[in-house]
């Protein structure tokens, strides 16, 4: 038996729509933008025809700004923390309409973050305003919302002034939704889920749900509670009856057993559902599924970090929040990709700094995990440096409303192990002791379940009374009093909260020997936006400045922006001994590989400037330093089969080799040996000037909501097949998108290029670019086309699914009419008849294009665009081309679909030595029209290949 949702709608229209429990309405599409503050704009009949349209999550800052091809501007309020881009105030208006027959249910409009300082109105009346940028907040909009007649939402966004330490982003950056409910109902957020007793053999599962009567009666309210495992088979149940007045509410408290769990860990993280159906009169009037595991945790000074009473170090990722890219906007899959590309690097935890992340990061954390450490604030009473319009403005009014909106949002997530009350606070120390204390204990009170912690860039005995006021105590970059710390109060437990990656193995070294130390968290895993060039000048003297325009990123990330790993992610994973990179070797650039590097500041946060290359021209012959990151018992190294010696790599050489190699073009190959016998090899190879474009994408199948993203890598190759890495040969590339989906954005994790990131031209940096595709809200195929002057394109072709079968036609505005003077009359000739055209109008092939290329060194290629046109000679949109590939291929596409431009292009290859390939189409489907082959201007072409 499965209980599913009654009811799940993700459109933001309702027409004819009866919602008979439940239902979340993504509101993502047609949101109407506008920068400025024009007057009026709350009021639902305001004129915003000549507003943009914007699909949320969006973030404005991360847009190309009026006049120039990039977001950057040197004269940005917030320089070099903001990565010098820009805020300011924004509008947005979303219009929907809910079923007439729906009155009488609770609306309630929820918004996943808007940066900052926003006020919602709708249909013109003022409902609330929330300054902080991070929280998830609410609004019940019952009183306000229209059934059966068009509501309108407005909402202004003011991102004024000095308020961030980092790119914040701009806008409606996370998901916005409208929940209908009965007037019995589940309370916003749903229950409270928590493990009190776990074995392996069996669990105690509580769950807290406080359930509310809006109704104008008292009821008899039945909850009934479902634990579902992962293939929606009942394991538990429970069952609870009470009278609930009207306006009043009631938590009900039920506890059930489950035998032989499927207990959640980083290596296995089975996730249960918990179903609940409200039920009055013996009909079912709510329902709500939440997502949890059953896991135990467990932190002692004496034993570390326990989860399921196994011990656990933590192998900590610092994490800001931004897509590089897409800027902030918090699309699901984005924000879990960042997630897989830290746990692919090795990390087990992340900290989510210094804000509470995004729903979809959390529940992709779940699904993969990851554990994490969910953080609330990096100020409290006293602004940040100079940073007067922070949040420090509003702590005092608003710090237990967006705890409530952490924790209760938050607190069924099983990969959540710790809360954080705050990062680096300017008033750490005796001075911050009480509001420590306060925050601690409101959390306390919302989830006992977990420990508090604070991070802090102080030690020592004046910060013992701060640290009092917490379970657990983070030590930003403070190993130098661990022990110290320690033995002036041995119950402490401590964690790195934040270390430099230069010292990665002391810090590391710090949590294997200190058991009451339980991990530590590089400064950063993931590189992002703001706090310009801090992983290569550094601050400069008298920490008040970072690097100038235009550099807009940190440079500072073991992963780099587009989700690459750098060199120090592939140290890290030699000292955690994950197995993944057992050796790795980079060469140190004889020459700063970026501008703008001081001398006196190479420390903190500055990575070693070592490469991935064995590409070195004009350096024949001269001596380069070579590093091998190995967790074998020994390494050799070899350049052109020639041994340069092998040396031991183990605690004692940090698990490093070094080598001075006299350069020379050809092969560097670093092998590694344990008991003598070959573990592990790595290889860097001498490339040549670029001569191909290689994609990877990294999904075939999208979902066609308008929401999913496929991110797609483009590389350079020589005309040997060796990637090119030299950054004096990265090229402009061209990013062509047609079919179903869109250029969502591209990058090249470049931190100081001036560039758009919204497309479609973008270099390469160290010859790699990476495109994000977004769907379309239709099923059909997306193909993207890279090209480059004097190189071999490449193309990727996505299918996207679960949408409609064609796209909904975008309706022309009805212009005003403008006021004219009467003509005087003529006589009107009598018009001729035009012939009325079929209900099913024909529709053939035009044209078949054949080309031909060779995308790789091992085959060649060939393509046919076919183009779909009615028998008016307009273009048919998303027909469903079928067709045959003959000749000289091995395989190929057989049936795509036509995008707004009737056209639809399918590839096939062959093996390398020539040849024909044909293509023949054998049937084409469109709703609405006829196929008619006898029409056909042509159905079938070839090429030959040289």
Not at 121 to 134: D, E, K, L
Not at 141 to 164: H, M
Not at 544 to 558: S, T, V
Request: aromatic share 12%.
């Amino acid at each position: 038996m499965c209980r599913k949702l009654i009811c799940l709608v993700t459109f933001v229209l309702l027409l004819g729509l009866v919602v008979p429990t439940r239902a979340d309405i993504l509101l993502a599409q047609s949101w109407r933008f506008e920068k400025g503050d024009p007057a009026g704009a709350e009021q639902p009949g305001f004129d915003d025809s000549s507003w943009r349209t914007v699909t949320v999550p969006h973030d404005w800052s991360i847009e190309d700004l009026e006049g120039q091809n990039h977001p950057f501007d040197p004269d940005a309020v917030g320089e070099y923390d903001v990565g010098y881009t820009v805020g300011g105030t924004a509008w947005y208006r979303v219009r929907f309409t809910l079923d007439a027959a729906d009155a009488g249910k609770i609306v309630h409009l929820e918004f996943g973050g808007v940066y900052m300082n926003s006020d919602v109105w709708v249909n013109g009346t003022h409902v609330g305003s929330r300054p902080y940028g991070y929280s998830t907040f609410w609004f019940d909009v019952t009183d306000y919302v229209n059934f059966g007649t068009e509501t309108v939402v407005a909402v202004q966004v003011k991102n004024e002034g000095l308020n961030s330490r980092w790119y914040s982003g701009s806008g409606i950056y996370r998901p916005v939704r409208i929940t209908l409910t009965d007037p019995v109902h589940i309370n916003h957020w749903g229950p409270f889920v928590t493990t009190p007793t776990v074995s392996t053999s069996s669990a105690d599962v509580n769950v807290a749900t406080e359930v509310k009567n809006e109704s104008g009666s008292t009821e008899t309210v039945t909850l009934e509670s479902t634990i579902l495992d992962a293939n929606s088979d009942i394991v538990a149940t429970d069952s609870t009856s009470v009278s609930i007045p009207s306006g009043g509410s009631h938590e009900f408290d039920q506890t059930m057993a489950v035998s032989n769990p499927g207990l959640w860990s980083m290596d296995s993280p089975t996730l249960y559902t918990m179903s609940q159906d409200v039920i009055v009169g013996g009909q079912t009037v709510d329902h709500v599924d939440t997502s949890f595991g059953i896991r135990s945790i467990s932190f002692s000074a004496t034993e570390g970090f326990k989860l399921n009473g196994q011990s656990v170090l933590l192998q900590g990722a610092c994490m800001h929040h931004d897509n590089y890219m897409l800027g902030a906007a918090a699309y699901a899959r984005a924000e879990q990709r960042r997630v897989e590309a830290v746990q692919e690097a090795g990390f087990n935890c992340i900290r989510t700094a210094h804000n509470p992340p995004s729903r979809a990061f959390l529940d992709a954390c779940d699904r993969l995990g990851m554990l994490v450490i969910d953080e609330a604030f990096d100020m409290w009473n006293e602004h940040k440096w100079d940073h007067v319009d922070d949040y420090s403005k509003y702590f005092a009014d608003w710090w237990d409303k967006d705890l409530d909106s952490m924790v209760l949002r938050d607190r069924n997530h099983a990969s959540i192990i710790i809360w954080s009350i705050g990062n680096e606070i300017p008033e750490q120390g005796d001075s911050g002791a009480a509001t420590a204390n306060m925050l601690t204990t409101y959390i306390k009170g919302l989830d006992s379940t977990r420990p508090v912690t604070v991070a802090a860039n102080k030690s020592g005995s004046s910060m013992d009374t701060y640290f009092a006021q917490v379970d657990l105590a983070g030590y930003n970059y403070q190993r130098n009093n661990y022990v110290s710390d320690h033995d002036r109060v041995p119950d402490r437990i401590m964690w790195g909260s934040e270390s430099y990656a230069e010292d990665a193995f002391i810090y590391w070294k710090d949590v294997e020997d200190l058991v009451y130390l339980i991990g530590d968290f590089v400064w950063t895993a993931y590189d992002y936006l703001g706090e310009a060039g801090i992983g290569w000048t550094g601050y400069s003297p008298g920490w008040r400045k970072l690097a100038p325009y235009p550099w807009h990123a940190a440079y500072c990330g073991d992963v780099d922006l587009t989700g690459y790993k750098r060199p120090a992610a592939y140290y890290r994973q030699v000292l955690w001994k994950t197995g993944k990179n057992k050796v790795s070797a980079f060469v140190t650039s004889p020459v700063d590989s970026l501008p703008d590097q001081s001398g006196a500041w190479k420390l903190y946060w500055v990575y070693p400037d070592i490469h991935p290359s064995w590409t070195w021209p004009g350096y024949e012959g001269e001596a380069l330093e070579v590093t091998v990151y190995s967790e074998c018992e020994q390494v050799e190294l070899f350049l052109n089969s020639q041994s340069l010696g092998t040396q031991a790599t183990n605690i004692a050489t940090e698990y490093k080799a070094t080598y001075s190699v006299n350069y020379e073009a050809g092969e560097l190959k670093a092998v590694g040996y344990i008991g003598g016998q070959q573990e592990a090899e790595w290889i860097l190879q001498t490339a040549g000037a670029p001569a191909e474009i290689q994609l990877t994408a990294d999904r075939s199948t999208i979902t066609a909501d308008g929401l999913d993203l496929c991110y797609v890598t483009a590389e350079l190759f020589d005309a040997s097949g060796n990637r090119v890495y030299d950054w004096n040969e990265d090229v402009l590339l061209n990013f062509d998108v047609q079919g179903a989906g869109t250029l969502a954005g591209v990058g090249n994790a470049h931190p100081k290029g001036t560039e758009s990131f919204e497309g479609p031209d973008r270099t390469t940096f160290r010859g790699r670019c990476v495109a994000v595709l977004r769907s379309a809200l239709y099923n059909g195929t997306i193909t993207l086309t890279v090209t480059s002057s004097g190189l071999t394109p490449d193309s990727v072709v996505i299918q996207t699914t679960g949408g409609a079968a064609t796209p909904t036609p975008t309706p022309t505005p009805t212009p005003t009419p403008t006021p004219t003077p009467t003509p005087t009359p003529t006589p009107t000739p009598t018009p001729t008849p035009t012939p009325t055209p079929t209900a099913e109008p024909d529709m053939y092939v035009n044209d078949i294009e054949m080309t031909w290329y060779e995308p790789k060194s091992n085959y060649y290629a060939a393509r046919a665009t076919v183009w779909i046109k009615d028998e008016y000679t307009d273009d048919v949109d998303g027909a469903t081309v079928t067709g045959a590939w003959s000749g000289a291929t091995i395989k190929g596409d057989t049936t795509g679909q036509t995008g707004q431009d009737g056209k639809v292009t399918l590839e096939s290859r062959a093996v390398k030595g020539g040849g024909t390939f044909t293509f023949t189409v054998t049937d084409v489907s469109a709703t609405g029209y006829t196929y008619n082959p006898a029409l056909n201007v042509m159905d079938s072409n070839s090429v030959s290949a040289p």
